[in-house]
């Protein structure tokens, strides 16, 4: 297993365009995190599951925000008629039932949305 | 609700010196972790060093050390013999049992040849 596996790397899209980003976690991992991360600030948490069970949402996830993890095996985040401010890097992470508390990141999609 | 701040947006230092980053976190749990994670340039997130709070002892990995004062909930990490290499951001986080992670603003560390 290689780690947290993250795609499309880059997207850039128009605004009022629907995004998916994709994310497959260490195999073993059963929690899942989503972090949204703006140019010179650190990750905001915006949602995660642990195995399919969404467990929390984060304010900052508006409506135009879902994701799913079917199967408690990969996530989607789709985030629907974008706006330029949904412009970031979209960060996963995973940990582990027996050490929950190290996460592992994934290289991050960056969205660009023009 | 978990915070953590750092209050140093940016940071220098020349080649082999010691450089410290600083951190304060803010938490009512007893029972909680704190991080450093590396952020190099362009590239994935990766974990330096965690303390848990229940240990008094300060945590050290090879060239990384914290310096861990839970009565003033700080949490500084201290870099020896500082490598180009190591220019990056560095987030401080926190994190309860069964919870998220909590990330800090950052520091930028340039590593000055």
């Known amino acids: 297993d290689t780690g947290v596996s993250q795609d499309p790397r880059h997207k850039i899209t128009k605004r009022g365009q629907n995004v998916t980003f994709r994310c497959d976690p260490i195999s073993e991992h059963n929690r899942l995190y989503w972090y949204r991360q703006t140019l010179g600030q650190g990750p905001e948490f915006l949602t995660y599951f642990q195995n399919e069970a969404q467990l929390e949402k984060s304010r900052l996830l508006s409506d135009r925000f879902s994701a799913e993890r079917p199967k408690g095996s990969f996530s989607t985040l789709e985030i629907q008629r974008t706006e330029q401010g949904d412009s970031a890097m979209y960060l996963c992470?995973?940990?582990?039932?027996?050490?929950?508390?190290?996460?592992?990141f994934g290289q991050g999609t960056r969205l660009t949305v023009v | 609700a978990q915070t953590v701040t750092q209050s140093q947006p940016e940071m220098s230092v020349q080649e082999a010196e010691t450089v410290t980053l600083s951190c304060t976190y803010d938490?009512?749990?007893?029972?909680?972790?704190l991080f450093w994670y590396k952020q190099p340039p362009s590239r994935q997130m990766i974990l330096v060093i965690r303390?848990?709070?229940?240990?008094?002892q300060n945590a050290t990995e090879n060239r990384f050390s914290v310096n861990f004062q839970k009565a003033a909930k700080s949490f500084s990490l201290k870099i020896s013999d500082s490598q180009l290499g190591d220019t990056a951001m560095y987030f401080c986080?926190?994190?309860?049992?069964?919870?998220?992670?909590?990330f800090g603003p950052g520091t930028s560390l340039s590593v000055i040849p």
């Open positions: 986080a926190s994190k309860t049992s069964y919870d998220k992670v909590i």
């Open positions: 992470a995973s940990s582990s039932g027996d050490r929950e508390e190290e996460a592992f």
């Open positions: 938490t009512s749990e007893n029972n909680y972790y």
């Open positions: 303390q848990e709070a229940y240990k008094q």
